[in-house]
């Protein structure tokens, strides 16, 4: 990577190489992502879908900007096969409708409470039984698949691409945001935040995180949801 920093953008050879070398990420991230999905989504367009970004991310990866490519092609990969999901529409708007009702009782509960809230804290908010909550978090995840992009919170503002800007003011208000958002994050149960690491950083799958930490895979997916409704429950009206 030292030698094509000192070239800046690469050249279309080059271009064609990280091509073929990286097609099996487009693979490895689409397993990873439709475990996530409803059953409609089909794995050949999101693969498709994935291959668009690959070719996107070569032709305007600059490596003098210093992340690497795999990072800033994991990125592409990921948003061209979320474009994809909500062209089509595949997620139900009643999970939509799931998602805004847990995230309001966990608001209400931690407002009430000055903590983190506890599950069974929010399905009593919501009026349910526990097992009724962990139902309403499994569908809920269709909706949460994006990540932080359903809260306003997009791949490249996570990884700090394209956050500046020429206005000052909206400087100094990206970086509030993400000094709140940081806060909110290192504020989330222990179990939370080891979860969307090892997603979103260690790029591991459910099924490997379940292995990790001692759960299930199902029970992965509950935690994932939740914290993600907890951020979104947590961060100001944008």
């Known amino acids: 990577m030292d030698a094509l920093a000192a070239y800046g953008r ?3 050879q080059t271009q064609e190489t990280l091509v073929k070398v990286h097609a099996l990420m487009v693979k490895r991230i689409a397993h990873h992502l439709l475990v996530r999905l409803p059953q409609t989504v089909q794995l ?3 693969i498709q879908a994935g291959m668009m970004g690959l070719l996107d991310a070569a032709r305007h990866y600059d490596a003098s900007k210093g992340a690497s490519f795999e990072t800033y092609a994991g990125i592409r990969i990921r948003g061209h096969m979320l474009d994809e999901v909500r062209r089509n529409d595949w997620v139900p708007r009643s999970v939509y409708r799931n998602a805004r009702m847990v995230s309001q009782a966990v608001k209400n509960v931690e407002n009430r409470t000055g903590r983190a809230s506890k599950d069974s804290e929010v399905a ?11 139902e309403l978090l499994k569908d809920s995840a269709g ?10 919170v997009t ?5 700090g691409e394209d956050g500046s800007s020429s206005e000052p003011q909206a400087n100094v208000m990206h970086a509030d945001f993400m000094e709140h958002l ?3 994050i290192e504020s989330l149960p222990e ?9 979103y950083e260690q790029d591991l799958n459910l099924k490997e995180i ?29």
Request: hydrophobic share 35%.
């Open 10 to 12: 690469i050249n279309q």
């Open 44 to 46: 050949d367009d999101l």
């Open 124 to 134: 009593e908010e919501l009026n349910i039984k526990l097992d009724e909550y962990y």
């Open 143 to 152: 909706s949460q698949l994006y990540g932080f992009d359903d809260i306003g």
């Open 155 to 159: 791949d490249d503002v996570l990884k």
């Open 182 to 184: 940081t806060q909110i």
């Open 191 to 199: 179990k939370e935040r080891l979860v969307l690491s090892l997603y």
């Open 210 to 238: 379940g292995e990790v930490i001692g759960v299930s895979e199902s029970r992965v997916s509950q935690i994932h949801t939740q914290a993600t409704l907890r951020i979104k429950s947590r961060l100001p009206e944008r």
